[in-house]
């Protein structure tokens, strides 16, 4: 992804002045909505931190959410290859869809199940990269290969014990234990959980 650094990026003179905005929620990747603006927009939503458009049909600049509180907080801003067409990561508060759905494409945004592994691979990778006091992520690096991986020997262990038992609870909350301890390996290693993914793809091929 290019990230936007400054507006003096951005070729306004393709569309007289504007450029389009696809907007997309950060944590489940759908798209929300298409927008445009103009580098006075631009320059507001990097003020502000809420997405703010140039409105074609009110003629003036727009913060999505003014009137009805449905904001979109930016994560992150990105620029095509082009340097014309923006993509925006936002947090939406509530509906984005002035009809009240959850995009403008009459679609539902929620993330599935599934999805929250790679959030959880990116808070750990942010915990090995930052090392906070404290945190028991933190410690594990600390210790090292040997203390992480007898952990997750443990959590493999009382995951069996859990299945053998048919003490489903228990199955569940040790396998949550095991998966988060492999991904704490995964990252000292060097890797990431979608390592894993791919090598199951080439085996399902």
């Given at each position: 992804?290019?990230?936007?650094?400054?507006?003096?990026?951005?070729d306004?003179?393709?569309?007289?002045?504007?450029?389009?905005?696809?907007?997309?929620?950060?944590?489940?990747?759908?798209?929300?909505?298409?927008g445009?603006?103009?580098?006075?927009?631009?320059?507001?939503?990097?003020?502000?931190?809420?997405?703010?458009f140039?409105?074609?049909?009110?003629?003036?600049?727009?913060?999505?959410?003014?009137?009805?509180?449905n904001?979109?907080?930016?994560?992150?801003?990105?620029?095509?290859?082009?340097?014309?067409?923006?993509?925006?990561?936002?947090?939406?508060?509530?509906?984005v869809?002035?009809k009240?759905?959850?995009?403008?494409?009459?679609?539902?945004?929620?993330?599935?199940?599934?999805?929250?592994?790679?959030?959880?691979?990116?808070?750990?990778?942010?915990?090995?990269?930052?090392?906070?006091?404290g945190?028991?992520?933190?410690?594990?690096?600390?210790?090292?290969?040997r203390?992480?991986?007898?952990k997750?020997?443990e959590?493999?262990?009382?995951?069996?014990?859990?299945?053998?038992?048919?003490?489903?609870?228990?199955?569940?909350y040790?396998?949550?234990?095991?998966?988060?301890?492999?991904?704490?390996?995964?990252?000292?290693?060097?890797?990431?959980?979608?390592?894993?993914?791919?090598?199951?793809?080439?085996?399902?091929?």
């Open positions: 992804m290019k990230e936007l650094k400054n507006i003096s990026q951005v306004f003179n393709k569309m007289d002045g504007l450029v389009p905005a696809i907007i997309q929620d950060a944590e489940t990747q759908m798209v929300l909505m298409l445009f603006m103009n580098k006075e927009a631009l320059a507001k939503t990097q003020e502000i931190g809420k997405v703010t140039f409105s074609r049909t009110k003629d003036r600049l727009w913060t999505k959410g003014e009137e009805s509180g904001f979109m907080n930016v994560v992150s801003m990105a620029i095509d290859c082009d340097n014309d067409t923006l993509l925006i990561k936002v947090n939406p508060v509530g509906p869809c002035h009240g759905t959850d995009t403008c494409f009459d679609e539902s945004n929620s993330a599935s199940e599934i999805q929250f592994l790679s959030y959880l691979q990116d808070f750990i990778d942010k915990r090995k990269a930052e090392m906070p006091e945190s028991y992520t933190t410690s594990l690096f600390q210790k090292g290969t203390k992480i991986t007898q997750v020997g959590e493999a262990v009382e995951t069996i014990i859990g299945a053998m038992a048919n003490d489903d609870e228990n199955l569940i040790e396998a949550g234990d095991l998966l988060y301890h492999l991904i704490v390996l995964l990252a000292h290693k060097g890797y990431r959980i979608e390592d894993i993914v791919r090598e199951l793809k080439k085996r399902h091929k």
